[in-house]
């Protein structure tokens, strides 16, 4: 067939080639409930690839709330917010999430990217301008794309850049919205700053807390709490896929202004409402991270414990200040090479390559648990120690004072089957498609 649109489907052969190589770390089929451990065909990997920072899903009064949700709601409520699938656990939960983070109103997505898609596609109009940082996550840039506004976009967490933006367009209506911290980087926004240049240009604030509720603030209240702006920020968007051990997205704020959201949002009304079990979860979650605050201390100081482990092995930890430790290393093709060996030796990690980051500057990201203990720690540590002196990585001598859990074995017989340029072309093609938007 002549301009088949399958055509483009048929050339894409990028993510097979990297499967037949063995090393392709995409979509792995887990066969156990999500905690610091999981099972991948039939064996343990320690996992530091998760959002799951409080360790939530395993918690038997979350798992009861869900349970007790299906009892009760059956499995879904078959139609949209708008029309059939609103219950009172819905708005049990708004409420409760509204309060939880000192805002008047709350409306629950059926997950967050489509609320930042029905928040700024609805809130950026024809003549606003939406102002993002280049490291803004995914869906912010597609909730931009959809409004009729104008974006614009600043260097990551630079000031100076974020204020000539501002200047350019006097008399628009402008929204600055920035990751609370940031996904990859693990680095934190500068809010103090942002609110000054917002007051100063009249520009309204949104907060993506994705990665930051539940980690950020003595409470876990997220960006709001840890600089003592909650009031600040005028648009608050969360997900309840990460810290709240469940699905879903909220968006917070003004009533006037959530109520505007809720009326106009395309990606609340035309999408099947979150499921009785998910709520549920949300609900028993906001409970414990309100009634346990001693799980964030514990995130924390799993925090502190690898970043400093990893900085005295001599890994570059980049700006990280938050459960996100992303360590730089190098080519993409060693990036993926790593992410095999480090499985290989147990531990379940993300690589991240040109060009989601800079040419040469693949990462593989690090995320980090409550739920994590000094044993799954120190065998982690082991883990990138050894890899890491075998490719190069880090100097030879360990600084790292060894604790007395470290009773695993680690093993490696493995060599990587690509050439430097094969692995580059390869791996660009098809992650250049991916991460377009960030070009
Ligand atoms: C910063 C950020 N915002 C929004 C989302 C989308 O949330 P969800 O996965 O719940 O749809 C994510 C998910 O990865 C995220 O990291």
Request: charged share 25%.
């Amino acid at each position: 067939m002549q301009n088949d649109i399958f055509g483009k489907c048929v050339k894409f052969t990028s993510a097979r080639e990297i499967m037949a190589a063995g090393v392709y770390p995409y979509f792995k089929r887990i066969e156990s409930a999500q905690g610091p451990e999981v099972i991948i065909e039939g064996q343990r990997k320690v996992v530091v690839c998760s959002n799951n920072y409080l360790g939530l899903t395993a918690h038997p009064k979350v798992k009861e709330a869900s349970i007790a949700a299906i009892k009760k709601y059956g499995t879904s409520c078959t139609g949209s917010r708008f029309l059939n699938g609103t219950n009172d656990l819905h708005e049990k939960v708004e409420r409760k999430f509204a309060r939880f983070v000192g805002k008047e109103s709350a409306i629950l997505f059926t997950t967050g990217h489509h609320a930042n898609l029905g928040a700024l596609s609805t809130l950026v109009g024809k003549s606003d301008i939406v102002i993002t940082d280049k490291l803004d996550h995914a869906s912010i840039i597609d909730g931009c794309r959809l409004s009729m506004g104008e974006m614009v976009r600043y260097r990551h967490n630079d000031m100076a850049d974020l204020e000539r933006q501002l200047i350019k367009y006097p008399s628009n209506g402008k929204l600055i919205v920035v990751d609370g911290v940031f996904s990859m980087e693990g680095d934190i926004a500068n809010m103090k700053d942002i609110v000054r240049l917002a007051k100063i240009y009249g520009a309204r604030v949104m907060v993506d807390e994705a990665h930051s509720l539940g980690v950020l603030g003595e409470t876990g209240r997220g960006i709001g709490e840890h600089f003592g702006m909650e009031s600040d920020i005028d648009v608050l968007m969360a997900t309840a896929s990460k810290s709240l051990a469940s699905i879903g997205g909220f968006i917070a704020g003004r009533e006037e202004v959530i109520h505007y959201v809720k009326h106009m949002s395309r990606s609340l009304m035309f999408t099947a409402s979150l499921v009785p079990a998910a709520v549920a979860a949300i609900d028993a979650s906001l409970d414990i991270v309100e009634k346990e605050p001693e799980r964030i201390r514990q995130l924390w100081a799993n925090t502190r414990k690898m970043k400093e482990g990893f900085n005295a092995l001599g890994y570059d930890t980049r700006t990280s200040d938050s459960p996100i430790i992303p360590l730089t290393i190098g080519e993409d093709m060693k990036a993926f090479q790593m992410w095999r060996m480090l499985y290989d030796e147990g531990v379940y990690t993300s690589p991240v390559v040109s060009p989601a980051v800079p040419e040469g500057q693949a990462i593989i990201r690090t995320s980090y648990m409550a739920t994590h203990t000094d044993e799954h720690l120190d065998l982690i540590l082991d883990a990138f120690e050894k890899v890491g002196k075998q490719l190069g990585i880090i100097p030879g001598g360990s600084k790292r004072v060894k604790s007395k859990s470290q009773k695993h074995r680690l093993k490696n017989d493995w060599s990587f089957p690509f050439t430097k340029g094969q692995m580059s072309l390869i791996t660009k093609r098809w992650i250049k498609n991916l991460w377009s938007f960030k070009q």
